[in-house]
């Protein structure tokens, strides 16, 4: 709907503009390197709390509980999502990006970078632990619980993975992933999902967080079970999306990618010009 007269621009109007400064500033190569920093820097805080709380725990003699370990993480990743939410989108999980590119909320050609950003903050993470602590407590690796098979912690980690992947796409085609209800939601559910689901599987949910212990321990005997089961849950999860809400929505797309660069032009009103292809 066009507006008349000099007024201030509609909700849609706006919403229109923004939408094309996003564009814009998502292709613009000189901001590539700091989406991946963030990515980097982001993955690299999270594999520090995820596997640091393991190795931790045993060299204190389990002064860091079960609970503390698992809460850890989601606390970590909702204070990501308000730091650098706006800056990357805030993935931090092979599986993430995988499910925002199967949901056409962001470009399979950026999906590399991405995912190697990733996979070099996690790695990092637990080089960083190894240099501090050694080997104490595997690295933090994350495994099938006493008596657990692997096909029964591939088939948990498939599970968590597919619901952590609607709480991620089911918030951003809402609120943005990198507003409250994001924040909260994902946090809260890594959270939940470890309280009750880290005995099993470790509640990993995330191939880089179990793939960078095992790189830096040379121990790949369960790695499978971490790359393949998130990986397969994200497909559920996207899946279950387009049952849910349909097609994906701008707001996604808004998440997925960040809202770095726009400026005051846009959110004043004024038309940027047309996004880049």
Known sequence: ??????????????????ERQLAFDFYDPSLEWRRLFAETWGTFLLVLVAAGGGVVAVMSGGRVTLGMMVVAPGMMVMAIIYFMGAVSGAHLNPAVTLAFALRQDFPWKRVPGYMLAQVIGGISAAVFLRAMFGTVGALGATLPGGGVTGGKALAMEVV???????????????????????????????????LWAAPVSGASMNPVRSLAP???????????????????????????ERILKGKASAAGK?????????????????DAGPPQK
């Open 1 to 18: 709907m066009e507006s008349t007269g000099s007024g201030p621009p509609d909700a849609t109007q706006q919403q229109l503009m923004i």
């Open 160 to 194: 968590l993975t597919a619901g952590l992947v609607n709480i991620i796409l089911g918030t951003a085609s809402g609120a943005r992933n990198t507003g409250t209800n994001g924040a909260i939601a994902v946090g809260g559910y890594i959270a939940l999902a470890g």
């Open 214 to 240: 095992d790189v830096v321990r040379g121990n790949f005997h369960t790695t499978w079970i971490y790359l393949v089961g998130p990986l397969v849950g994200a497909l559920i999860g996207v899946a279950f």
């Open 254 to 270: 808004i998440a997925a990618r960040g809202t770095l660069g726009v400026d005051n032009p846009v959110r004043t009103g004024m």
